[in-house]
């Protein structure tokens, strides 16, 4: 395959690439204080919201990662994807609310007023240090892999640096506000060139028929037995779920976007939207990897497959603007990471060290730690590849840190009865088992956990039992204080009342239903 450009798509790349860094200067003239910086002024719609969040999600490791899953593995990975959506209607019927009336500016802001500055300090690092080591990180180092196929003529290091400074300079510049809105041009571009993509190879290929013809059909399955080693279907309801919780609802990386809605009913409707184009990612991004299976039979680098059906499918201009669409994937997952860092940085740290800093200095502040993180993320990118344990691992990082984190917030919320006592517990048990299963990964010991999706909720149910026991002893905050933090049926009468007043077109749960209904469809077919 010739992975040349011409001038015409060449230019087209240059444009858009310029572009969004404009952007980020527009917005970086328009903030006066930390909360137009970090929140963009908390003025934000729900389409902005909807559509960062797709983008963030979305990686151009993922657009390959899902077409390669498409073509070898089959559609099972797109339970990850529909169980995001149920996630995202969770979040935003039981926790958002509590976000928003809050206040806050970080996801560990919440675990403060809830338990203590000890705990929120605890998720903050954990969430800094996942951030800069493996989201931001393995997006320059995978994403930069993937560029690579394209251009080979560059060198891997001076594509991480190229596309660093890109996403790192319109971040600097204009924040949150300038993160969010060319995260929603970049979801524009991600899902018309992911639907170009799935027409021109059904087209070329004549119809489904021809896929089915050399395709065993539990290929097309989304749920995979019990049986299965890689994803069965308990393992969706447990695991899935539980990792799906931790990204979509406490991780700051994804959930800042919410955070600056203009009221809850936008960032409700923002978190519905977003479910709704998390739905297509079956049809216009795992799909075509199914259409590769007949385009080419013999294809054995799964990595390959994306890139090839773009030079092979797309003409001249087309190609360009795709082109365009998977470097907007990685450019919304690395301005998500380096803003998120700066924000937890910033407010869950140096606000507690100097509280009289300035807005403005709090600002520049931000600035200089995007600056920083860009940096390290440089410098660490191009050492993953180096290290094929490490990689290994992190590609396990979620399931290892996370369910104390998601824990914290469950328990925190539904379970008045939890205190810090019960939460410092979880937190010291829960780092402990983080630990022993780090070095069994590490050390390659010859301990049989089983699947690590498996692992993973059981390590969440033994931080949650944690939290229970631990909160037999010790001091209890006031009602007057849980009632700002914890759920309870009332809230959910309280809000039935008011989304009466409102029509069915504007209820978030009638959304939410909606999806659904088109989840189970989606998997009675499948």
Not at 22 to 30: E, I, N, P, Q, W
Not at 128 to 141: E, F, G, H, R, S
Not at 253 to 261: C, D, G, P
Not at 397 to 411: D, G, K, R, S, Y
């Amino acid at each position: 395959m010739n992975f040349s450009l011409s001038g015409v798509d060449a230019g087209i790349i240059i444009f858009y690439l310029i572009f969004v860094i404009l952007v980020g200067f527009y917005f970086g003239k328009k903030h006066e204080n930390a909360e137009d910086y970090f929140l963009a002024g908390r003025n934000l719609t729900w389409p902005i919201i909807g559509f960062s969040l797709f983008a963030s999600n979305m990686s151009s490791n993922s657009l390959v990662g899902l077409a390669g899953a498409g073509y070898k593995d089959g559609f099972s990975v797109y339970s990850y994807e529909w169980m995001a959506v149920l996630v995202l209607i969770i979040f935003a019927v039981f926790f958002l609310p509590f976000y928003l009336r809050n206040k806050i500016f970080t996801i560990p802001e919440y675990l403060e007023k809830r338990y203590s500055y000890v705990v929120r300090a605890y998720a903050s690092g954990i969430a800094i240090i996942l951030n800069v080591l493996v989201d931001i990180a393995a997006t320059l180092y995978a994403g930069g892999l993937v560029i690579n196929l394209i251009f080979p003529q560059f060198p891997l290091w001076q594509i991480i640096i190229g596309l660093a400074l890109i996403a790192g300079i319109y971040t600097i510049t204009g924040g949150l506000s300038s993160v969010m809105y060319t995260d929603a041009i970049q979801a524009v571009i991600l899902i018309l060139g992911s639907s170009l993509i799935t027409w021109f190879a059904y087209d070329k290929i004549g119809g489904w028929d021809a896929v089915t013809a050399i395709t065993a059909p539990e290929h097309f399955n989304i749920m995979k037995p019990a049986s299965d080693e890689v994803l069965p279907w308990p393992a969706v309801f447990t695991g899935v779920l539980l990792l799906g919780f931790y990204f979509w609802g406490t991780n700051q990386y994804i959930t800042q976007r919410t955070l600056a809605s203009k009221n809850l009913r936008q960032g409700q409707w923002g978190a519905m939207f977003a479910g709704f184009l998390k739905l297509s990612i079956l049809f216009i991004m795992i799909f075509p990897g199914a259409f590769a299976r007949v385009l080419y039979p013999e294809m054995t680098e799964m990595d390959m497959i994306y890139p090839t059906m773009l030079f092979d499918l797309l003409p001249t201009g087309l190609l360009g603007v795709v082109l365009a669409g998977l470097i907007a994937a990685m450019m919304s997952s690395l301005d998500s990471g380096l803003n998120s860092v700066s924000t937890l940085f910033t407010m869950d740290f140096v606000t507690r060290l100097r509280p009289d800093l300035s807005s403005k200095r709090l600002m520049t502040i931000g600035r200089i730690t995007t600056t920083v993180v860009m940096v390290l993320a440089i410098i660490w990118a191009p050492q993953i590849g180096k290290f094929e344990k490490l990689w290994d691992y992190l590609q396990n990082t979620l399931a290892w840190f996370c369910p104390p984190i998601v824990a914290l917030f469950v328990m925190g919320l539904f379970f008045k009865k939890s205190n810090n006592t019960g939460a410092v517990l979880s937190i010291i048990l829960g780092s402990l088992i983080t630990f022993l299963l780090i070095g069994i990964d590490l050390f390659k010991l010859d301990i049989e956990l089983g699947n690590f999706l498996y692992v993973a909720f059981f390590h969440f149910l033994i931080s949650c039992l944690a939290i229970f026991v631990g909160s037999l002893f010790g001091e209890h905050k006031p009602d007057s204080e849980l009632a700002k933090v914890v759920w309870t049926p009332q809230e959910l009468r309280n809000e039935t009342v008011q989304l009466r007043d409102l029509p069915w077109y504007k209820n978030y749960r009638v959304h939410g239903a909606f999806l659904v209904v088109v989840i189970i469809i989606i998997a009675i077919i499948y």
